[in-house]
């Protein structure tokens, strides 16, 4: 079914959905990095855990 249609088709239709997918995603991305650094910057406590969630993300690495 797929011989059908052209290959220059297929290319520039997949083209348009992954641009428009990773356009979307990179948005909500950006959005959600900017909603955690206002956090971030603005509070002592989620600072401190975020360090300590960190540290302990870090060396369950290491013993794994």
Do not use: G, M
């Amino acid at each position: 079914s797929f011989h059908l249609v052209p290959i220059s088709f297929l290319e520039r239709s997949c083209s348009v959905i992954v641009n428009a997918t990773l356009k979307a995603l990179v948005k909500v991305f950006t959005s959600h990095l900017l909603d955690d650094f206002r956090l971030w910057s603005s509070s002592e406590k989620y600072r401190s855990e975020r360090a300590n969630k960190a540290l302990v993300n870090q060396l369950n690495a290491l013993s794994s």
